[in-house]
T-cell receptor, first 116, second 115 residues
């Protein structure tokens, strides 16, 4: 039981390049989330998904796209990276709260992205 | 709207001292859940505790204890006899029942424990 995993762990991009971050969870959780963490800013929600095939915008969605084609995977895409997207990205998953789940979010180890 | 305030940016203590982290929340919902997470220097986010709005029973788990008071909208966390391994950023978070599982995180409190 690996919990939540993220690929890659580190990445350096040049401005304008694109990339996809992969999040995978093996806990059969309904909900999945992408956050970014910047110094002094805490955790900010980028996008989230409450079910396979469904995604929604969070607090800071601009410049990112997501997809949830499989229940266990949640992909975060940067189509044209900008230096402002330099950050640490965390994925999290949780049970669906109205089915008796605790709603506790479990986090992946993070991806450190630098955009030059 | 939901809001979580962690007014303490950084707390520095010497090993074996007690540390209390403050968390004040705002919500209009009557059913909600509060969480504490730990982020050590290695960077991962570790779940510590969850409390729901119907359970004001305070808890002690080893050197950790939590004080939940609905009357003051506070969910404080205390580390007793701190150790160097407690050095981390601690986040308080709030989830309401209508939030589709989304959390509102506080800004975090950096705890530095020196030998």
């Amino acid at each position: 039981n690996a919990g939540v995993t993220q690929t890659p762990k580190f990445r350096v991009l040049k401005t304008g390049q694109s990339m996809t971050l992969l999040c995978a969870q093996d806990m059969n959780h309904e909900y999945m989330f992408w956050y970014r963490q910047d110094p002094g800013m805490g955790l900010r929600l980028i996008h989230y998904s409450v079910a396979e095939g469904t995604t929604a915008k969070g607090e800071v969605p601009d410049g990112y796209n997501v997809s949830r084609l499989k229940k266990q995977n949640f992909l975060l895409g940067l189509e044209s990276a900008a230096p402002s997207q330099t950050s640490v990205y965390f994925c999290a998953s949780s049970e669906r709260q109205n089915r008796g789940g605790t709603g506790t979010q479990y986090f992946g180890p993070g991806t450190r992205l630098t955009v030059l | 709207a939901q809001k979580v305030t962690q007014a303490q940016t950084e707390i520095s203590v010497v090993e074996k001292e007690d540390v209390t982290l403050d968390c004040v929340y705002e919500t209009r919902d009557t059913t909600y859940y509060l969480f504490w997470y730990k982020q050590p220097p290695s960077g991962e986010l570790v779940f510590l505790i969850r409390r729901n709005s119907f359970d004001e029973q305070n808890e002690i788990s080893g050197r950790y204890s939590w004080n939940f008071q609905k009357s003051t909208s506070s969910f404080n966390f205390t580390i007793t006899a701190s150790q160097v391994v407690d050095s981390a950023v601690y986040f308080c978070a709030l989830r309401t029942t209508d939030s589709w599982g989304k959390f509102q995180f506080g800004a975090g409190t950096q705890v530095v424990v020196t030998p």
